[in-house]
């Protein structure tokens, strides 16, 4: 059961990172658009990936560190609204995430 737990919330965290990628594009793509930055720094965000992997227990990077510092945090919230929509749009049910 626990494997089946482990599975799951590798599952939610793999498609939650592959949300904010997919966000970060369509926010580029806006970015073009309207002259936005949010895109550009979310996109700096992919140094973090191998540290928001379930499993991982190794700390932050200093580029990590440095890239979420250069993020606003109407940037990341926003972000963080538009990818907890998605299951629903994409007519799934919605993520549960609980703490582990």
């Known amino acids: 059961m626990a494997v089946f737990k ?54 932050p990077s200093s580029d990590c560190c440095n890239a979420v510092q250069a993020v606003e945090t109407s940037c990341v919230c926003n972000t963080l609204r538009m990818a907890a929509q998605l299951p629903s749009q994409c007519n799934l049910p919605p993520l549960s995430c609980g703490t582990n």
Do not use: W, Y
Request: charged residues 5%; proline residues 4%.
């Open 6 to 59: 482990s599975m799951i919330s590798s599952q939610a965290a793999a498609l939650l990172l592959v949300a904010l990628m997919g966000l970060a594009l369509v926010h580029i793509q806006r970015a073009e658009a309207q002259g936005s930055s949010c895109a550009a720094v979310l996109t700096n965000l992919n140094v973090c990936a191998p540290f928001v992997v379930p499993g991982s227990n190794d700390k």
